[in-house]
Structure formats: C-alpha cells, structure tokens
C-alpha cells in the first residue's frame, strides 16, 4: 500500500531564512508521480509540482526547489529566503500510476509559519 | 484558469439531517474526489470518480455516498448527518493524466 510521511508536524522559521519540508514516500510500484499542495490560511489547496519516478533531476521555480531522491524515497521540498507569505500548510502526495482516476494518498501536511 | 467551485463556505447543519455538499469544476475534468481534513490527519480520500455515473470508494466511505449525473458536478450526499461528520469537505478535480488536483475552497460543515 502506498504510504506518504510527512514528519515535521510544525515548523517556524523568521523571514529570510531557508527551510526544508521532509516528505518520504512508501510504494511497490515502479511508476508512479509524487506532488506537493500548499494551503495558506485561506483554506484552498494549490498544486505546486509534480514530479515522476523516471524523473530524477532536481527542480528549481524561484524560490521553491524540489530535491528528489528514489534511493531514499524522498521528495523534499525547500523554501530559499523565506517571506511570510509562505505560510501555509504543505502537503506532499503520492498517485500509483495503476490506482483509478489517478487518486493520491496525501501525508498529513507540515505547517509552516514565517514570522517577520 | 481550473476553477471548482463548492456550494458553500459554511454549513451547520443538525443530527439526523440529509446534507447535500456540491462540487462544479469547469475545466472538463474527467476525474472528481471529495476529501474530509480534520487537524493532524491530513487530507482523507471519501470517494471520487473517473466518468460519469462512475464512482469508487476511497478510503473513509462509511455514512457517505455520491452522485455524478453530469461530468461538471460531484455531489457529495450524507444521508443522515452526525456529529463526527463536523470538517472540512473538500472537492477536486483533475485530468486522467496525474498532472495534479485542482481544489475548490471547501465547505466546513457543523453538525449539531
């Protein structure tokens, strides 16, 4: 069975600096899509990236980088110079490329808070 | 832009009572879900489906059940509400090609 870990429950960093939010993954398949979500305080989920198993190469989008590492079953998610419009909670989420409807098993979510 | 859309932000509702929570998407997805979010357990799979009139159960179906008559519409049905229904509900919608969810802005129901 497919299993997401999200281990850091809440992190709190100050503006600027750089944070890392875990996600470590469980599956038998060997094709599958892994997938972080952020929701800030305003409650609506937002898909960020979706990474592939095939696809190993680490992926940067401004400020977000992704680092994804099949040897560890790790999908993790960093956040350089941080400002308080990060906060929100992240949720990371796994899909078994033979799972109906493409269904996702999501961690249960890290909460990150920036203060100024 | 994807947009599902969800009938209500708020809902209070009392035991016993059939509730109807609706989900629009207008992006022609093919796929649907309705997910409960309680703090510290994440996001939890009711049901979704693939097509219409088609629907499977995810992970915690027991009290629930759904309807998807049209491809733009997922309605999620509690035949008799209760009090340990009380969360948040959230729709989704996506392509059949795991590029990802697209959320509505959910609908937190009260049962009393």
């Known amino acids: 069975a497919q299993k997401v870990t999200q281990a850091q429950t809440e992190i709190s960093v100050v503006e600027k600096e750089d944070v890392t939010l875990d996600c470590v993954y469980e599956?038998?398949?060997?094709?599958?899509?892994l997938f972080w979500y952020k929701q800030p305080p305003s409650g609506e989920l937002v898909f960020l990236i979706r990474r592939n198993s095939f696809d190993e190469q680490n992926e940067i989008s401004g400020r977000y980088s992704w680092n994804f590492q099949k040897s560890t079953s790790s999908f993790n998610f960093t956040i350089t110079a941080s400002q308080v419009v990060d906060s929100a909670v992240y949720f990371c989420a796994l899909s078994e490329a033979n799972t109906n409807a493409g269904k996702s098993t999501f961690g249960d979510g890290t909460t990150l808070t920036v203060k100024p | 832009d994807v947009k599902v859309t969800q009938s209500s932000r708020y809902l209070v509702k009392r035991t016993g009572e059939k509730v109807f929570l609706e989900c629009v998407q207008d992006m022609d997805h093919e796929n649907m879900f309705w997910y409960r979010q309680d703090p510290g357990l994440g996001l939890r799979l009711i049901y979704f489906s693939y097509d219409v009139k088609m629907k499977e159960k995810g992970d915690i179906p027991e009290g629930y059940s759904v309807s998807r008559e049209k491809k733009e519409r997922f309605s999620l049905i509690l035949e008799s509400a209760s009090t340990n229904q009380t969360s948040m509900y959230l729709c989704?919608?996506?392509?059949?090609?795991?590029?990802?969810?697209?959320f509505g802005p959910g609908t937190r129901l009260t049962v009393t």
């Open positions: 989704a919608s996506s392509l059949p090609t795991f590029t990802g969810q697209y």
């Open positions: 599956t038998r398949d060997t094709t599958y899509y």
